[in-house]
């Protein structure tokens, strides 16, 4: 009967490390995604397509990005078009796919004025 008692209180240690171990793997986890958030990143160039709360800009000379505006208010992106410039302002997601938008502006164009 003593052995039936022992075999009780191990077994209720079980879930105690399972719950430890699942613990460690998350805080390591969440670690890795502020370490990506911390990144911050500035993407220039050329809207080729918006759709929903996503863009996706050709950056001047380099690769297509894909932008989740999904933190930018509405009012910043609702009238964009293809070919129209955007400055994106935002961090890393944590996949290192695409960007996390904190704000979408389009930058001036129009030539500097000439200094006589």
């Not at 105690?16 to 986890?29: E, F, H």
């Not at 050709?58 to 297509?64: C, M, R």
Request: hydrophobic share 40%; aromatic share 2%; proline share 9%.
């Amino acid at each position: 009967m003593a052995l039936h008692r022992q075999s009780r209180q191990g077994n209720g240690a079980v879930p105690v490390i399972v719950a430890l171990v699942l613990a460690a793997g998350l805080a390591g986890t969440l670690g890795r995604e502020t370490d990506a958030q911390d990144r911050p990143v500035r993407v220039e160039g050329r809207v080729q397509w918006v759709a929903g709360q996503a863009v996706q800009i050709q950056v001047d000379n380099g690769p297509s990005v894909n932008v989740d505006l999904g933190s930018v208010p509405l009012a910043e992106y609702a009238a964009l078009r293809p070919r129209e410039r955007v400055v994106v302002a935002g961090v890393l997601s944590s996949d290192g796919r695409r960007v996390i938008a904190g704000s979408i502006s389009r930058p001036d164009e129009s030539p500097p004025p000439r200094t006589p």
